[in-house]
């Protein structure tokens, strides 16, 4: 079994690098895909009170013979709980959903700026931690100007930014700003959703390593130093994309793969601009 390396965050606590997402998955869904994960080796899932499954990864978590201390589980404040009495009430109810004590990691979902919240969202989170309902705390989908505030305002800077990112959609800028202030990036839909995996270059790159596409992307991302939680609820591609450790991409590989970045690769929402 092979073991997801380590990421050190900025507050003393390391995160596996490679974790399991489980958006869009049901709660009945999310016990078996949780457990198959655990069983494959992974130690690190990724979930949020909007994705409505954290009783079933709590399942998946209990169900698997892994000590709870070797798992690092990730959850999120929704948009709709932002503010300070709101978030740290929030943080409460995931834990009780997830049947858990403590997180690893709670996160802002959104900056959601229309809201005009994030900033005192952000010393809830700092409470929580202080409260010991999270070890470590974060923050998803920020732009720079919303992680200088939140780091200028509080002295608090996020362990790391979970944002949409993958081979055609590469953040450089934001991975810069997040590197500037010590936070660590995270990908979020790593494979493009699925869009990636019949691009030709990226299946090039695959029958030269005898990999498959999925696991390139993957490795990709870890190869970026980057923090990766692809999804899957099919058990053969969880432990498919759990298989990365074992090869690493060459310097032509990572040129031929950052020519895939593409300013109009954004495949969800603007941080900006999104409404919700
Ligand atoms: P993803 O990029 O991980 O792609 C998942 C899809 O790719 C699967 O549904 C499946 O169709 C396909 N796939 C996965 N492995 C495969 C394999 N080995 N072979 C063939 N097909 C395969 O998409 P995602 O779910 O959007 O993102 C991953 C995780 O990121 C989510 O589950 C969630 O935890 C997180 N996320 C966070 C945010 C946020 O706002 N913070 C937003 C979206 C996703």
Redesign the pocket.
């Known amino acids: 079994m092979s073991n997801s390396p380590l990421t050190k965050l900025s507050d003393g606590n390391a995160i596996p690098q490679v974790g399991l997402?489980?958006?869009?998955?049901p709660n009945d869904v999310a016990v078996e895909a949780v457990r198959t994960a655990l069983e494959a080796g992974y130690r690190h899932v990724?979930?949020?009170a909007i994705?409505g499954n954290e009783e079933g990864v709590g399942q998946g978590l209990r169900a698997a013979d892994v000590p709870r201390g070797e798992i690092f589980v990730t959850t999120?404040v929704w948009n709709e709980e932002q503010g300070y009495d709101e978030a740290l009430r929030a943080a409460k109810a995931s834990l009780k959903r997830l049947g858990l004590e403590q997180v690893d990691l709670l996160?802002i979902?959104?900056p959601s700026p229309w809201r005009g919240k994030y900033l005192e969202t952000w010393k809830a989170l700092v409470q929580a931690q202080k409260d010991g309902l999270t070890r470590s705390i974060g923050v998803?989908?920020f732009e720079p100007e919303h992680l200088e505030r939140i780091v200028g305002e509080t002295g608090v800077a996020p362990v790391l930014n979970?944002i949409?990112l993958?081979p055609r959609f590469q953040q450089k800028a934001t991975r810069a700003a997040n590197a500037a202030q010590g936070v660590k990036t995270e990908s979020?839909?790593?494979?493009?959703?699925?869009r990636l995996?019949n691009d030709p270059v990226i299946a090039n790159i695959a029958r030269k390593h005898g990999k498959?596409?999925?696991?390139v992307i993957i490795c990709w991302h870890v190869d970026n130093d980057l923090i990766v939680?692809?999804?899957?609820?099919?058990p053969s591609?969880i432990r498919?994309?759990f298989e990365v450790f074992d090869f690493q991409l060459d310097a032509d590989d990572l040129s031929t793969v950052a020519a895939l970045d593409d300013p109009e690769g954004r495949i969800?929402s603007h941080p900006l601009h999104a409404k919700f």
């Open positions: 997402g489980v958006w869009q998955t990724d979930t949020a994705y999120k996160l979902h959104w998803s989908n979970q949409e993958h979020w839909s790593p494979l493009g959703q699925g995996l498959t596409p999925a696991q939680i692809p999804k899957s609820v099919t591609r498919e994309n969800g």
